[in-house]
């Protein structure tokens, strides 16, 4: 295993992935021809097939995904020790590569801008997703940090809580529940429910919430694959939603939607920086981490700003 270059291992990153040699090829600057050479000689290093060619394109084989695990970790070290060179220099200077989940997108680049204006010479990447695309994410390495409700099971990661983040029952204005209050869970599971995706962090703290009450999963609602189209559907009247505080702070503060006083609402849950604990921790992900740890709460929309008194 000796004779493996970068070039082989960054040739088989790019053929996993897009799936085909032209378009790895287009990636790396290289003609195909030249890319399928990489290819044929690490597996010949290997002894073994790093790839099946299916009607679907080039899939990495049991040996192929231990080759591009070794490839990821390296790529990794390289980029620690650039980092690690800069400080060392004296250079605040780095890259970072930061995750959301959708929730977060409300406040992250509020955090991004007062971290840079501290580290203008850390470059930053933001990638917004689902729960479980920021979680796959930092499965394969794609991210360094990925801020999220509740740290994701299967994978070894240190997380650093920075804020609190309360979950809401929203409703348009002129929904007869506004007006009332201790409203109970089973009064509030007849009403009709817009939902996130299942396996989304909101979905799994509804269900929790409201784990128990007869009926209610046999129809719990209707799903939609975004909070906004969650918050347009509310205010046009199809019914209530469980949702991130931090969504709908403006909406709320302008009277476009109204919090229901639900017993047992707010729900408490905590926002978590999350980066894997099985690989080195650069500089810039040490200096982002120190900084929501010490000032990442007040980058948040203030949950004193969800209660605005009412009008009746």
Request: net charge positive; charged share 20%.
């Amino acid at each position: 295993m000796r004779n493996i270059s970068l070039r082989q291992l960054r040739s088989v990153t790019a053929i996993h992935r897009h799936g085909k040699i032209v378009s790895a090829a287009a990636e790396l600057g290289l003609t195909p021809p030249a890319v399928t050479l990489q290819l044929q000689q690490l597996e010949h290093e290997t002894g073994l097939v790093l790839f099946d060619r299916t009607p679907d394109g080039m899939r990495a084989t049991t040996a192929g995904l231990a080759v591009l695990d070794t490839a990821q970790a390296i790529e990794e070290r390289l980029r620690v020790l650039s980092d690690e060179i800069d400080a060392v220099k004296g250079v605040k200077r780095g890259s970072l590569r930061l995750g959301v989940v959708s929730t977060a997108k409300y406040f992250a680049p509020r955090l991004m801008a007062a971290f840079m204006a501290n580290f203008p010479g850390i470059e930053m990447k933001l990638a917004v997703g689902n729960r479980a695309e920021t979680i796959e994410s930092l499965k394969n390495h794609s991210l360094d940090i990925a801020l999220m409700g509740r740290p994701p099971p299967g994978i070894p990661v240190r997380a650093v809580v920075f804020g609190d983040h309360p979950l809401v029952i929203i409703a348009a204005p002129d929904h007869p529940l506004v007006r009332q209050r201790d409203i109970t869970r089973e009064r509030i599971a007849g009403e009709s429910f817009l939902m996130r995706e299942s396996g989304s962090g909101t979905r799994i703290s509804m269900e929790i919430f409201m784990r128990g009450v007869a009926g209610w999963m046999d129809n719990p609602g209707i799903e939609m694959d975004s909070n906004e189209t969650i918050k347009q559907s509310v205010m046009a009247g199809l019914g209530v939603a469980f949702i991130s505080g931090h969504t709908v702070a403006y909406e709320v503060e302008t009277r476009r939607l109204a919090l229901l006083d639900v017993i047992g609402m707010p729900l408490r849950r905590q926002w978590f920086a999350v980066a894997r604990s099985d690989r080195a921790m650069t500089p810039a992900m040490g200096a982002f981490h120190d900084f929501l740890a010490k000032s990442g709460a007040r980058y948040l929309p203030a949950f004193g700003q969800l209660y605005p008194e009412p009008t009746f």
